[in-house]
């Protein structure tokens, strides 16, 4: 079962920032924090992951809050393109390998013009 | 090429029948994962190879599914005597192993079961 819990939808208006937020409350020391997007007919594209400290990229920000119970993922001037399912994923990293991926149902966010 | 590679890109196959799909890997990528998406839902895991053995074949719905890699290079999935229900995408990831590295997905091999 997915560890993380999004809201099904969100509309953001084209321009404007998309906060997404995920719940992970039972996260654990060991565990990261990955978000992933699908845009429809494709397979799911890595936009960035963190532990504990917040990051970004040239696609997004992640904010993780101190307890790491939660995050939010960031899309600084969304698109048209930008409309997809967005999933936020937890992961351990095992002594000898890493967990797969486990995806949840994920946001499906619409960018309206 | 630089991404996952997947084929064929499309299959439809009589029920019954076995098929195979194969995973080209981005090159260096010691994991690789199996998943499957229905229409219209979310990715089911199927199976996970770390180099050329598999320390998490949980998600395989059933004894006919089964997924072999060589040369922790290429994987193939394998669905023996297809059912309807098999109908889906079935999707391949790569990623470099086992430190917080991301993994990259191909574009999936649409299966239709008929």
């Known amino acids: 079962d997915a560890k993380t819990t999004q809201p099904p939808s969100m509309d953001c208006a084209e321009g404007r920032a998309a906060n997404l937020p995920c719940n992970h409350s039972?996260?654990?020391?060991?565990?990261?924090v990955y978000w992933y997007r699908q845009i429809h007919s494709q397979g799911p594209q890595y936009i960035i992951h963190?532990?504990?400290n917040n990051e970004t990229n040239e696609m997004a920000s992640l904010i993780i809050t101190e307890d790491r119970k939660s995050s939010t993922l960031i899309l600084p001037h969304a698109t048209l393109r930008d409309t997809a399912v967005y999933y936020c994923?937890?992961?351990?990293?095992?002594?000898?390998?890493?967990?797969?991926?486990?995806f949840g149902p994920g946001t499906r966010l619409s960018v309206l013009p | 090429g630089a991404g996952v590679s997947q084929s064929p890109s499309n299959k439809v196959t009589e029920k019954g029948k076995d098929v195979e799909l194969r995973c080209d890997p981005i090159?260096?990528?010691?994991?690789l994962y199996w998943y499957r998406q229905r229409l219209g839902q979310g990715l089911e895991f199927l199976i996970y190879?770390?180099?050329?053995?598999?320390?998490?074949k949980s998600g395989l719905p059933s004894d006919r599914f089964s997924a072999e890699r060589t040369g922790e290079s290429v994987s193939t999935l394998t669905i023996q005597r297809t059912q309807q229900e098999d109908s889906a995408v079935y999707l391949c990831?790569?990623?470099?192993?086992?430190?917080?590295?991301?993994?990259?997905f191909g574009q999936g091999t649409r299966l239709t079961v008929v």
């Open positions: 990831a790569s990623s470099r192993g086992v430190s917080n590295t991301e993994a990259f």
């Open positions: 039972t996260i654990s020391g060991n565990e990261y």
């Open positions: 963190g532990l504990k």
């Open positions: 994923i937890v992961r351990a990293l095992m002594d000898n390998y890493g967990q797969n991926f486990v």
């Open positions: 090159s260096g990528h010691t994991a």
């Open positions: 190879f770390q180099g050329n053995s598999a320390p998490d």
